[in-house]
């Protein structure tokens, strides 16, 4: 009976320690249960960390497919790239500070192409800032940035703050001994600025040191750009009276795009828009007609025209008509021109058909138009003084032959004032 109890002492021991042995395991496995549950909790840490590590070479796929679409019109493709690469980077820019730099880069160029023009600015700000962090100030990759940034601003109409950045973007390439397209591209934005601002002879000297840097780069002028920067020589050598050195230029720039894109190529349309205006200041009448009509067929032509550039022809071919005194045909290059639509030569066909219907005797129809012509002057702020002072001697000479004295009297004063007014204003500045 002793050895019995002590076995069933034993057998009892064993099993308190199998009971305990076996609580002890089920609350391992409760703890192991709870740990599971924390680790699926924070669940959403590991993944924002695994995220770190994004495919950055399809990123930089999307942003080199952006760039591709920048000389299209492809705007809202362009943006839905864009819109990937910022939503794959999730907002990791202080890991992805290249990436980010070259998608505010694209983004800006964008806003750019779309005249979003003061948030393209920001943008590019934005991409310039974090290049700072990643080179020092003067380092080649801000050039083409400030390049843009230039442009930005001297479409806002702030040439000052556009030729600063200009500047900016030469020094970071010309500090690196640097001789590239970004070189050219601020040296030929220079010249235009300052072309369009009438200081013709400094434009003079920016676009041929571009000239220079294009020579530099290239054996063959068989070039995009060198046909690009003729065009613009072309532009300059008209505002500065020199029509047969202009003509030349319009000539090389027109074999090198027939070359590299053929006949129907939409620049060629430009440049006989440009040759036609200099027949027309050449008052080779016929020639200028030939212009025109040939950009007109060009622009018609493409899948997507350009309407304000047709609507400058037309404009311009009814000016011819009117002085070859053809006014019927002047009256319909002038409907052509109001058929496309655009705000930018409405006032000018206007005139025009004013002015053909009054030599044709056509009084009512000539002051009906007069009188559209003076609705969007007194409805607009962008019309210049000079072309201000052109409608209102036009239409005082219209009401003289209507014998409406006293009313004519009162718009010749109106173009005296505006006369007097930009004139004490020149002096000013003398």
Known sequence: MHIIKNIQKSCSAKITVISLLIILLLLIAK????????????????????????????VRELISKCDSLYNTKNTIQARDYINEAFDILNGKQDS????YADIYHQYGKILFKEEHFKESIDTFLKCISLKKELYDANNSELANTYNFIGMSYAWDKKPQ????????????????NLININLFDSYNNLGILYANNGNYLIAYDYLDTASTILNTIYTSRDKYLFALLDNNMGM????????????KYYNLADSIYTKLFGSEYIKIANLNLNQG????????????ELYFNKAIELYKSQEKPDYTNLSKCYFNLSSVYLN????????????GGLKQNTNDFKVKLYINLAKANTNLNKIQEADYYYIKAQEILSNNNKFSI?????????????LVIKKEYDKAYNYFSKALE??????VKDNSKA
């Open 96 to 99: 992805y500070k290249k990436l």
């Open 161 to 176: 703050i556009a030729v600063n950045y200009y500047m900016n973007s030469i020094k970071a390439l010309k500090s690196n």
């Open 386 to 398: 000079p072309f201000k002072v052109y409608f209102y001697r036009s239409y005082a000479r219209f």
């Open 277 to 288: 205006s200099n027949s027309y200041l050449d008052m080779d009448f016929e020639k200028a």
């Open 236 to 247: 300059l050598s008209t505002k500065m009276g020199k029509i047969e050195e202009s003509n």
């Open 31 to 58: 703890s192991l249960t709870y740990s599971g549950l924390a680790n699926n909790y924070y669940t959403p840490s590991i993944i924002l960390n695994s995220e770190i590590n994004v495919d950055t070479s399809y």
């Open 324 to 335: 070859t005194r053809s006014y019927d045909k002047c009256i319909k290059a002038c409907n």
């Open 418 to 423: 505006l006369t007097n007014r930009v004139s």
